[in-house]
């Protein structure tokens, strides 16, 4: 007792140097006792003796994050919202003043001939981006390294927030309602749809002189006709292809933004483009797909580690066999070899589990022909097809698989589907979005802007939603261009 006594009337212990005075010490000198060790063996903890029963908890009040932040989302923060006031939204378009080049020259005395202004009325179907998220009563009356059991509602909030979020920046580039009638068509299924000639293929090409080429190319096209006497703002792109043009990009081509001149040396940071038309703004993306965008392009058994959406479809079954030869192919002599595909069946749930690996060997001017039996319960949209790299020394797992292409489930859920690979979509290759950021030209049209909005209780837990109405809109979309299949030079994921 002496040891006990000591202690309740302020002789020193480590951790309580002023002895145990109040309720609180007391109930925290109990949890030393209780929780030292392994946080997760309670039983264990209580039989422990000697220093290790009074060592107290060192948890430290600071929550580390290492999930996505808010200023991640550039494309959609750079965009004006447009409020839209149904769920079919509608807007005019111009696309010709009338008649021809030289209709205005006359005879002296000859009728004037006239024309009339060609529009189009153009429709956008607004899409509905709803998360859910709860919080216990009881964690509502704890205390956490965030605080208050407000503090934790908050940051629950903030979550919900930023998985919507999320969804819609992934969804400007790449989206596709054909594939998953839920989601908006983002910027590529925009232009693969209306003016599929504004997709560049670079055909895996790493050489950053041909990248310059894609996007001065693509300026001279926006300033006249082809591009609705445009131009081209800025260029959204991955980290691993600003890294390329920072090592590699020729001086002449780049902006000095300011009085250094060492501004525009190899290595130094790419922050414009110049071209003879004008300058064009690099944004880096992370949401954009590349070979080190693991987060994106990977199977999402790989990318959620193994927590499927319940609702997702289950998995397809998959057969595949080689193509001798195809006018199309884009299949090298330098990319012939084997390789092995899986396919996950996609829906308005998210994506599901793949199918089991085949194997392809392809010769040069061949490809693949996947043939894609529907899985059980028909609840597919869409499939994503994943691929290996050439010639992988082992079998691939899950994650050395990276997305080929998303495509539609077909008008009836229940037949086959079959895709022919020709190396039109190079997995591990990246895309650069080319586009004139004028709010004519692009907006966020908005039925709903952002709210939390409270759900109804039936357990103990304060649920609510946070919800977005609203879809990408491309006012002009000819202003706009995609570069495809290009190959980073530093990727650590190589397709060949």
């Known amino acids: 007792m002496d040891g006990l006594t000591n202690i309740l009337f302020g002789g020193g212990l480590p951790g309580f140097p002023n002895g145990i005075r109040t309720l609180e010490d007391w109930q925290a000198f109990a949890k030393a006792v209780q929780t030292a060790g392994d946080p997760h063996a309670l039983d264990f903890k209580a039989g422990l003796s000697g220093v290790p029963a009074i060592r107290l908890e060192s948890l430290e009040a600071t929550l580390r994050s290492v999930v996505e932040r808010e200023e991640t989302f550039r494309l959609y923060k750079r965009l004006t919202p447009v409020p839209a006031f149904s769920s079919v939204a509608e807007w005019a378009t111009q696309v010709g003043t009338g008649g021809d080049i030289a209709d205005a020259f006359h005879s002296e ?4 001939r006239g024309a009339v202004g060609e529009y189009r009325r153009n429709i956008l179907r607004v899409k509905y981006l709803m998360t859910r998220a709860e919080i216990s009563l009881a964690a509502l009356q704890q205390r956490t390294v965030l605080g208050t059991g407000d503090d934790l509602k908050a940051r629950e909030n ?18 596709d309602e054909a594939v998953v009638p839920t989601q908006f068509d983002g910027i590529r299924a925009w232009l693969a749809k209306e003016f599929p000639d504004h997709i560049l293929d670079l055909k895996g090409s790493s050489n950053v002189d041909e990248l310059y080429a894609a996007i001065y190319q693509a300026f001279g096209r926006t300033i006249g006709p082809d591009g609705g006497f445009g131009r081209i703002t800025d260029v ?7 890294n390329d043009l920072d090592l590699h990009l020729q001086p002449q081509w780049r902006v000095a933004l300011d009085d250094n001149p060492r501004a525009v040396d190899y290595g130094a940071p790419v922050r414009a483009i110049r071209t003879s038309y004008g300058d064009v703004i690099t944004t880096q993306d992370v949401w954009i797909e590349d070979p ?3 987060h994106l392009t990977t199977p999402a058994e790989v ?3 193994g927590r499927l959406s319940p609702e997702a479809p289950a998995a397809p079954t998959l057969s595949a066999q080689a193509i001798t030869s195809d006018p199309n192919s884009r299949f090298q002599a330098a990319q012939a070899g084997t390789y092995h595909y899986a396919v996950a069946a996609i829906g308005e749930g998210g994506e599901g589990p793949l199918s089991a690996l085949e194997a392809v060997t392809i010769a040069a001017g061949g490809g693949a022909e996947l043939t894609i039996q529907p899985p059980a319960g028909y609840r597919q949209t869409g499939y994503a097809i994943y691929r290996s790299t050439k010639d992988p020394a082992t079998l691939p797992t899950p994650a050395d698989l990276r997305l080929v292409k998303r495509i539609p489930a077909g008008s009836d859920p229940t037949q086959p589907v079959v895709f022919r690979d020709l190396n039109h979509d190079i997995p591990g290759s990246a895309t650069l979005y080319l586009l004139d950021l004028s709010p004519e030209a692009i907006d966020w049209t908005q039925l709903l802007p952002m709210l939390q909005f409270p759900l109804a209780p039936v357990k103990a837990t304060v649920p609510w939603a946070v919800l977005l109405f609203g879809a990408l809109k491309l006012g002009i979309p000819q202003r706009h261009w995609v570069v495809k299949n290009y190959l980073p030079k530093a990727a650590r994921w190589k397709p060949f």
């Not at 005395?109 to 004037?112: E, H, L, M, Y």
């Not at 959204?236 to 292809?241: G, K």
């Open 303 to 305: 990318r959620t580690r």
């Open 236 to 242: 959204y792109l991955s980290p691993a292809v600003q």
């Open 158 to 175: 903030v979550n919900a927030t930023l998985r919507l979020l999320r969804g819609l920046e992934w969804a400007l580039f790449q989206g």
């Open 109 to 112: 005395t000859s009728d004037i």
């Open 292 to 294: 080190d965008a693991a």
